[in-house]
T-cell receptor, first 113, second 114 residues
Framework: DQQVKQNSPSLSVQEGRISILNCDYTNSMFDYFLWYKKYPAEGPTFLISISSIKDKNEDGRFTVFLNKSAKHLSLHIVPSQPGDSAVYFCAASRGYGNNRLAFGKGNQVVVIP | NAGVTQTPKFRVLKTGQSMTLLCAQDMNHEYMYWYRQDPGMGLRLIHYSVGEGTTAKGEVPDGYNVSRLKKQNFLLGLESAAPSQTSVYFC?????????????FGPGTRLTVL
């Protein structure tokens, strides 16, 4: 039973435009969320995170929004760049510092120059 | 500072053969993890360790064993490989509780079982 769900497995966007990735979770105990980015033949790398006490976290071109009541979060990339072409994984954990992460299946993003 | 390294990068096994995947980290992390990634399945936790000499089962532990004899190393063993274990295996490490849950991943090992 997938506790973290990422629908719309692939997304194509023009360079300079906004990329929006969505993630839904089912476990109401999750209270810390992370996004990872993965290039082919490499391991995932941490991108940005958000605690459930916040509804928004921003880091440069990347912003994560959290809607706890809807159990939904989204990642916004503005402006999108060709180097953003990768697979993006949403992950969730129970408690800040909890060692176990539940991952979604990932979203493939292709940024067209 | 190499971060998390994995050995080997690629391996082909026949059904029933055994092998060990080695993960090493030089960041003095307490926690280490083994995941597998299959098409359309995301990352699934196999086993993890919260410190030297300790191991615990994750989401999909069957058919695998692990050992953490040294803090910097985490070994994943397949005693009798099966085609269902064809996958890409990722090792990760992190600081203990109290950090921001960020896990650092290795480059992966692509395993094919014929």
């Amino acid at each position: 039973d997938q506790q973290v769900k990422q629908n719309s497995p692939s997304l194509s966007v023009q360079e300079g435009r906004i990329s929006i990735l969505n993630c839904d979770y089912t476990n109401s105990m999750f209270d810390y969320f992370l996004w990872y980015k993965k290039y082919p033949a490499e391991g995932p790398t941490f991108l940005i995170s958000i605690s459930s006490i916040k509804d928004k976290n921003e880091d440069g071109r990347f912003t994560v929004f959290l809607n706890k009541s809807a159990k939904h979060l989204s990642l916004h990339i503005v402006p999108s760049q060709p180097g953003d072409s990768a697979v993006y994984f949403c992950a969730a954990s129970r408690g800040y510092g909890n060692n176990r992460l539940a991952f979604g299946k990932g979203n493939q993003v292709v940024v067209i120059p | 500072n190499a971060g998390v390294t994995q050995t080997p990068k690629f391996r082909v096994l026949k059904t029933g053969q055994s092998m060990t995947l080695l993960c090493a980290q030089d960041m003095n992390h307490e926690y280490m993890y083994w995941y597998r990634q299959d098409p359309g399945m995301g990352l699934r936790l196999i086993h993890y360790s919260v410190g030297e000499g300790t191991t615990a089962k994750g989401e999909v532990p069957d058919g695998y064993n692990v050992s953490r004899l040294k803090k910097q190393n985490f070994l994943l063993g397949l005693e009798s490989a099966a085609p269902s274990q064809t996958s890409v295996y990722f090792c990760a490490s992190s600081f203990r509780q109290g950090s921001n849950n960020e896990q650092f991943f290795g480059p992966g090992t692509r395993l094919t079982v014929l």
